[in-house]
């Protein structure tokens, strides 16, 4: 549920920044605007890189996951990760009946 709300959090920053492209804001606000999105961009492609090199030798990630976390950044990580978290569990149940 939370990780829902950052990301609809998410969705109406990236459209503060884009909108603060189209239509500028008044002069001290613009440039940390942009000074913020270019902060966003750094980061939230930094942190999709880092993601690929840390996955084991064979495995990627497609490049709607990698579309993902580069816009939701934290919040589709932190889901990525409840996922996985419920796959193991679910495989450990598995194994545990057999």
């Known amino acids: 549920m939370l990780i829902?709300?950052?990301?609809?959090?998410?969705?109406?920053?990236?459209?503060?920044?884009?909108?603060?492209?189209?239509?500028?804001?008044?002069?001290?606000?613009?440039?940390f605007?942009?000074?913020?999105?270019?902060?966003?961009?750094?980061?939230?492609?930094?942190?999709?890189?880092?993601?690929?090199?840390?996955?084991?030798?064979?495995?990627?990630?497609s490049k709607l996951v990698q579309l993902r976390i580069f816009f939701f950044g934290v919040f589709e990580m932190l889901a990525m990760q409840k996922k996985t978290k419920a796959a193991i569990e679910k495989a450990k149940k598995q194994q545990s009946d057999q």
């Open 33 to 61: 605007m942009d000074v913020a999105m270019v902060f966003m961009i750094f980061m939230h492609a930094l942190q999709t890189i880092f993601l690929k090199a840390t996955l084991p030798k064979g495995e990627t990630i």
């Open 4 to 31: 829902n709300v950052g990301r609809l959090l998410m969705i109406c920053v990236w459209g503060f920044m884009l909108f603060n492209l189209i239509h500028p804001f008044p002069k001290p606000l613009k440039y």
